[in-house]
């Protein structure tokens, strides 16, 4: 079946501006994470979904971030008032459950200028 | 002091020869994850492994709990498995959220 799907695959914007970022998960899976990979550094958490809430999101740098996922399925990563340090690539995973293994999305690589 | 530690940062070795790649964590897990990242592309999970060891191709990984370490062996090297391995831990009482080691960067010369 498919797997954990990002997009836009990349993303230019000017600093300043807004931009939402969309994952499919794996069909079922209930489990869902946000990861921010910066240049030449490991992945660092953002937020965990358990089903449509945000049962954790003390990795958020900042209240510029913010994420739904309204549905249980798709959620959306959102950026207002966009910085050049939030350049990097945002990586999405999702499990079945909370505690399994999580299989990782191609992320979207963000670019702000 | 990072929670989860990898060692070697950097790696390179020539085709065919055996590698290891060594993660230690500080916090108390039931079990780890292997993931791989190739130059420009996304995360692959190769292992996620609670106890002993679990073989897959030419990959090996290994966990010792108890001694709160793990590693991940690559048997007759190859060009393709030139890539960013990482080992993370998932956070248990927060959400199995990962913690992510540094990354050890192989580099299999032909």
């Known amino acids: 079946g498919a797997g954990v799907s990002q997009t836009p695959s990349n993303k230019v914007t000017e600093k300043g501006k807004y931009v939402e970022l969309r994952c499919d998960p794996i069909?079922?899976?209930?489990?869902l994470y946000w990861y921010r990979q910066s240049l030449g550094q490991g992945p660092e958490f953002l937020i965990y979904f358990q089903g449509t809430g945000a049962a954790d999101d003390s990795g958020l740098p900042n209240d510029r971030f913010f994420a739904v996922r309204p549905e249980g399925s798709v959620s959306t990563l959102k950026i207002q008032r966009t910085e050049r340090g939030d350049s990097a690539v945002y990586l999405c995973a999702s499990s079945p459950v909370s505690g399994d293994t999580q299989y990782f999305g191609p992320g979207t690589r963000l670019t702000v200028l | 002091k990072n929670e989860v530690e990898q060692s070697p940062q950097n790696l390179t070795a020539q085709e065919g020869e055996f590698i290891t790649i060594n993660c230690s964590y500080s916090?108390?897990?039931?079990?780890l994850h292997w993931l791989q990242q190739h130059p420009g592309g996304g995360i692959v999970s190769l292992f996620m492994l609670s106890s002993g060891k679990k073989k897959h191709g030419r990959l090996i990984a290994t966990i010792n709990i108890q001694e709160k370490h793990s590693s991940l062996h690559i048997t007759a090297s190859h060009p393709r498995d030139s890539a960013v391995y990482i080992c993370?831990?998932?956070?248990?009482?927060?959400?199995?959220?990962?913690?992510f080691g540094g990354g050890t960067r192989v580099l299999v010369k032909p």
């Open positions: 993370a831990a998932p956070i248990k009482a927060a959400g199995n959220k990962l913690t």
């Open positions: 916090v108390g897990i039931s079990a």
């Open positions: 069909s079922g899976h209930t489990a």
